[in-house]
């Protein structure tokens, strides 16, 4: 938005500064109006460190990571993150 006023303040018209920065006008109006807040980067849910199998039982994210490499060495080559899921 700062190069947007930056030439604005120029003088060359709003709607065509908007148009070549494909910026909305609603959003340009907005921030001028404060009613634009930053957007901020939650932290979200933590990894929990273990999946479930079909029966509810938890394994340790290592054991999976284990089996994983086990899967994907003994053929020689790595299979596809599908097959290797269903394995």
Do not use: C
């Amino acid at each position: 938005m700062e190069v947007a006023e930056q030439w604005i303040e120029k003088g060359y018209p709003i709607t065509k500064v908007l148009e070549i920065l494909e910026i909305h006008r609603s959003t340009y109006y907005d921030q001028q109006n404060g009613k634009v807040e930053e957007k901020t980067v939650g932290e979200g849910r933590p990894i929990p460190g273990y999946s479930l199998t079909k029966m509810g039982e938890k394994v340790p994210d290592e054991q999976i990571k284990e089996w994983l490499s086990e899967l994907a060495m003994g053929e020689g080559f790595a299979d596809g993150y599908r097959k290797l899921t269903i394995q």
